[in-house]
């Protein structure tokens, strides 16, 4: 029950009729869920992309005969070809990075519970709120209907009627230029390769749509934080998923309109016939290309980058703040340094900013930037490394209750550190002659992004779900999900930085040609069988979540007697969140073990006589 | 659980630096005269990166061990944190990350920040979808004129040669690297369509081709034989099998090769490249 | 701890010393006064601003990123300086005028709902409207001097800014619109707050449109 003053006031009726409720909702906690739904749908197309990929690399020219029915151009009697699997490489990427990570922490968990947890009904901008949902959903709509533009010959004659650039019907599933999208080879159009007609096309405007989608979201967020928090509830009371959340959404604030700039300009490069990334003098597939002359490509790598770079930081920083709040809830101890957990989440995502130029070291641009953006890299190490001393003090000395979210949020700690410590080694200008663009980036950035990142997700998803859905997950079969897919994540990523040792490029559709490559084919093979495990557990938690919903075991209002707002309402929070009462903040978030306290949690809302734990 | 969960995190740690440590997959051998120092460079680093992911796992499995909730009668230690230790640690930290980036620029230095040498050999290296041109200058130590409104694939004019141009009379274009040892060479990137990439592994060295762009690069190959040369940009389909080979010769056996006009240039290219083996991998 | 106390918190957890007396305003953003979850949510007056400044962020973040592409491309060698048509001269003014017309609305409704407020406003909005048709006859203008989109990235941009900051005007005038389509009533209390604030906002909007197509206007005109 919430605590404060008892200001009954009349509270506005929940809405009725099924399509309010459910569909058009300008419920912050609906929309949550929705954004939660479209990253789970979308986590499924990207994961089947990547087991292909992982297929036709263990055992090239194979005949898959499911692939030859349903891709017959692409996979022409059921093997893949080169394109083919490009085309997974880069819809792949497009769809994890954009509709899984940059959707679920974000607008699914942020939506759901920053409202909550700084005491607020709802968002400043429900209408809006509702709106930068479905602009995401139909960016990816039109994200999938590249898929089957270039896939599929019926939906791709159709498509090729838009116009020259707009050829489609290729085979494949999509662009090939990778998720960069770099230019020229994606502004050319399809001289330069299958899959780059329509579906870069597609693509360019899928990911325009998303941009606009993320910045209400972003307005959305900022506003809420700074101007709605509840009686008490300081900046400096607000629990660490908040922080997360609010410089997340100021890093997309500031970096998404940037890669729509740069969309446009590449868009208008491919159908306008104007030539901001395309060079003069190009001789491509056997003739020239008059038309184009002038433009850069680096200029391209430039924008993309510097959207790109605040974009791995907007997937990870919600996981981090997940983590910080998980890991001191059941560890019932406080989290270690708050002040410094927040001064490194803003340095984190500040830096971010600033250090763009690290994915270009090798492009061609001046050596002298090259140098600066390698010092400010690795000096982003020191507030990670912060959080991560924050984490470990954390633990020490706690009393730890291995729960499911538990479990995951200390395997996001571990698996940062893996993923973030060979940053130290990318990050700096003469190793990178070496390791720029093979497998060992690609280890790198899957555990940071690809796996902490995922971690920090199921974290929130089994510590929330009781609170969204008014019932438990399955603990036995979250810690069968965590037990696998901890060990299964290693196996598959640890292995990729021994194929960068040996010099292993990236985006090979095949390994065959070279022979320095021949040695690792008993490690392709071992990722290979450790992916498919991996990806096939993971229908134990698609299966716990869904039948959890209706047959889980009843949660009460704070079944792990934690200590924020969300857990002094009911599970399900009602219509308004805090039934017409304004909760009042006594305290920090994380009082736990407070000396002379009758439990072992203080909440939020516990009046008292000094106001502890505020800093 | 949590000893099992300790016990599993460290094991994790053991077998991923036994798997570095053991050295079964490493760099190829290193060919030029700055790979020394960036294997160094790497091994300095690899050291640091490698104790601080093994602390951090270490310490991680230690305190899930030792802190798990066995006994309900206590309670946590109640701390928000100790701000003495937050400046130590961020301080070396600091310290150590800094210190590694400066050193990481070292190499780069003298590759980037400074002009190849006088007396470098340089090749004009043009790359296309999905194959690689070299154009060596001949005797004469002049590059023939080229313009891309002059290439023409089916013509086998690749780099758009200009055949009027008295200079361009002794160049050859052909598909290998072909460089004297211990001798500088320059390399002038270029590229006809996309972004492609030159990647050695053994040379430990990596440069874009950019188009529009000629990026001047320069290094020393101090071992003779024949490597294989990967693109390593994502530049279309056949990305995967965009391959050709360096070649790297004594300066007698160079000299005669790169003397010679096209069409010998290449039947003696022939000859030689099945002369040197690639290296045992 | 004194004993009765702990005994009261012992019994339910929530339930301080002192109930239910509130304790004052510490630091928070006084969200705490006036009704908050009613059949309306109450109003508060920073929303409005706070969201155009955070709006203004994410649109000036895409225009620098266009005008640095400007100015990388500048410095190829096949960039060809294009000579500004004069409606675009002439737009700039009809612009600035505005901004000042806009300027004397706001000024007219902190002294009370008037026509003269709806006078100002409407032709606010009528010079916004002037201000696109000018910038669509510059584009005429470009076309009949064999300027185009494609080819030379100076003419892309031409088109190019032009077009952006015109959407984005679009969206103010829509705001102008609504504004002057309320503009007639006279509101009282809360009504009448908001819609003051609504002003500001439009107007911090509306200058903002207008300093942005100025700096356009002189990138595109000295710098080549």
């Not at chain 1, 690609?442 to 779900?465: D, E, K, N, P, R």
């Not at chain 1, 919903?549 to 079944?559: E, V």
């Not at chain 3, 895409?62 to 190829?76: K, P, T």
Request: charged share 10%; hydrophobic share 50%.
């Amino acid at each position: 029950m919430a605590d404060g003053v008892h200001e009954e006031v009349h509270r506005h009726p929940a809405p009725t009729g099924f399509i309010r409720k459910y569909i058009f909702s300008i419920d912050h906690k609906v929309i949550g869920i929705q954004y939660i739904l479209l990253a789970l749908t979308a986590v499924v197309v990207g994961l089947v992309m990547s087991v292909l990929m992982r297929m036709n690399l263990s055992w090239p020219g194979t005949n898959w005969p499911i692939m030859g029915t349903l891709f017959p151009t692409g996979a022409p009697g059921g093997v893949m070809s080169p394109e083919f699997y490009l085309s997974l490489v880069t819809m792949h990427g497009t769809i994890m990075v954009f509709f899984v990570l940059t959707t679920a922490p974000q607008g699914g968990f942020g939506n759901y519970f920053l409202p909550i947890q700084i005491g607020a009904d709802d968002m400043a901008f429900p209408f809006l709120n509702m709106m930068s949902f479905w602009v995401t959903f139909v960016g990816f709509v039109v994200l999938l209907l590249a898929i089957f533009a270039e896939g599929n010959v019926t939906v791709g004659t159709w498509v090729s009627k838009l116009g020259e650039s707009f050829a489609a019907g290729s085979g494949t599933v999509g662009p090939i230029g990778g998720w960069t999208g770099y230019a020229p080879l994606s502004a050319l159009g399809k001289i330069a390769g299958p899959g780059q007609g329509a579906g870069v096309n597609l693509w360019i405007i899928s990911i325009a749509i998303f941009c606009v989608g993320s910045l209400l979201g972003a307005l959305n967020f900022i506003t809420t934080l700074l101007n709605m928090r509840t009686r008490g509830m300081t900046l400096m009371r607000m629990p660490l998923t908040c922080w997360a959340w609010f410089t997340t959404a100021i890093l997309a604030l500031l970096s998404f309109p940037v890669l729509l700039g740069g969309g446009i300009l590449l868009l208008l490069d491919r159908v306008a016939g104007t030539s901001f990334f395309i060079p003069g003098g190009l001789y491509v597939s056997g003739s020239l290309v008059p038309l184009h002359n002038g433009g850069s490509p680096l200029l391209w790598q430039h924008l993309f980058w510097f959207f790109g770079h605040p974009e791995v930081y907007i997937a990870i920083l919600p996981g981090m703040g997940a983590t910080s709040h998980i890991l001191s809830t059941f560890a019932r101890k406080p989290i270690f340094g708050y002040r410094a957990m927040v001064f490194a989440i803003f340095a984190i995502g500040m830096l971010g900013f600033f250090v763009w130029g690290h994915h270009m070291f090798m492009s061609g641009m001046s050596p002298y930037s090259a140098v600066a953006f390698s010092i400010l890299t690795l000096s982003i190490g020191v507030p990670s490394a912060i959080k991560t001393f924050n984490w470990l003090g954390t633990l020490w000395g706690a009393k730890i209750r291995f729960t499911t979210p538990m479990l995951f949020a200390i395997g996001f700690v571990s698996l940062f550190v893996a993923g973030g410590i060979t940053g130290l080694v990318l990050g700096q200008t003469s190793l990178d002659f070496f390791f720029h663009d093979t497998y060992f980036v690609t280890a790198h950035f899957h555990l940071v992004m690809g796996v902490a990142s995922i971690f920090g997700m199921f974290a929130a998803t089994y510590f929330w779900f009781p609170k969204m859905f008014g019932r438990l997950m399955s603990e036995s079969l979250g810690k069968f999900h965590f037990w696998v897919t901890f060990i299964g994540v290693y196996a598959i990523f640890v292995p990729f930085h021994a194929m960068g040792m040996v010099g292993m490029p990236r985006r090979y559709a095949q390994f065959g040609e070279y022979e320095f490559l021949k040695n690792t084919h008993g490690l392709v093979l071992f990722v290979t069988v450790a992916a498919i495990i991996t990806a096939v557990v993971q229908l134990v938690f698609y299966f716990n979540f869904f039948w959890s919903m209706f047959k889980g075991k009843k949660a009460g209002d704070n079944p792990w007697e934690a200590t924020t707002l969300e857990w002094t309402i009911p599970s399900p929070p009602p219509h308004d969140n805090f039934a017409g009462i304004v909760p009042v903040v006594y305290r920090g978030p994380y009082e736990f073990a407070v000396p002379g306290a009758p439990q072992d949690y203080v909440m939020q809302t516990q009046p008292g006589e000094a106001a502890v734990g505020s800093h | 659980m949590g000893r099992v969960l300790g016990l599993v995190i460290w094991l994790i740690t053991l077998g991923s630096v036994g798997m570095f440590v053991s050295k079964h997959w490493w760099f190829p051998e290193s060919i030029s005269e700055h790979g020394g120092a960036v294997d160094r460079q790497f091994t300095i680093t690899i050291l640091v990166v490698g104790i601080a992911f093994a602390a951090a796992q270490i310490g991680l499995g230690w305190v899930v061990w030792k802190y798990r909730d066995s006994s309900a009668a206590t309670r946590a230690t109640y701390s928000h944190g100790n701000n003495r230790l937050e400046v130590v640690w961020t301080v070396v930290t600091a310290v150590i990350f800094i210190s590694l980036a400066v050193m990481g620029q070292r190499v780069w230095a003298a590759l980037h920040l400074h002009a190849a040498p006088p007396g470098s050999y340089t090749v004009e290296v043009v790359a296309q979808q999905f194959s690689w041109n070299f154009h060596y200058h001949g005797k004469d130590n002049v590059f023939g004129r080229t313009d891309p409104k002059l290439i023409d694939d089916s013509a086998l004019n690749y780099v758009g040669l200009d055949d009027t141009d008295p200079n361009a009379k002794d160049d050859a274009v052909v598909s290998t690297l072909v460089v004297p040892v211990n001798r500088p060479i320059e390399l002038i990137l270029k590229s006809k369509d996309v972004t492609h990439s030159f990647f050695v592994p053994q040379l430990r060295f990596k440069q874009d081709l950019v188009p529009g762009m000629a990026i001047p690069v320069h290094f020393t190959v101090n071992k003779t034989g024949k490597y294989e040369l990967a693109c390593a940009e994502l530049c279309g389909m056949n990305h995967y099998k965009m391959k050709s080979y360096m070649l790297v010769l004594p300066e007698d056996e160079f000299n005669e090769l790169v003397n010679l006009p096209q069409d010998k240039f290449q039947a003696r290219r022939d000859e030689l490249l099945n002369k040197y083996q690639l290296p045992q991998y | 701890m004194a004993t009765v106390t702990s005994a009261k918190t012992a019994a339910k957890p929530g339930v301080g010393p002192g109930w239910p007396k509130p304790p004052g305003n510490n630091g928070s953003n006084g969200n705490g006064r006036g009704k908050w979850f009613g059949g309306r949510r109450p109003f508060s007056k920073d929303t409005y601003r706070i969201t155009v400044w955070i709006l203004l962020a994410a649109i000036v973040m895409m225009f620098v990123a266009l005008a640095s592409s400007y100015i990388v491309l500048s410095g190829n060698p096949e960039w060809q300086p294009v000579r500004m048509p004069r409606a675009f001269m002439f737009s700039t003014g009809l612009i600035l005028i505005s901004s000042v017309t806009m300027a004397a609305a706001r000024h007219q409704l902190q002294q009370g709902p008037s026509r003269k407020y709806q006078g100002w406003l409407l032709a606010t909005l009528l010079l916004g409207l002037a201000f696109l048709g000018c910038q669509y006859a510059g584009w005429k203008q470009l076309v009949n001097a064999g300027v185009f989109v494609s080819g030379n990235p100076h003419s892309s941009f031409y088109y190019l800014f032009t077009g952006a900051h015109g959407v984005h005007l679009l969206g103010g005038l829509t705001a102008l619109a609504y504004l002057a389509v309320r503009s007639g009533r006279v509101l009282v209390g809360e009504a009448n707050e908001k819609r003051s604030a609504a002003t500001d906002a439009v107007t911090l909007y509306w200058h903002f449109m207008d300093g942005l197509w100025v700096s356009l206007f002189l990138l595109l005109w000295l710098w080549k």
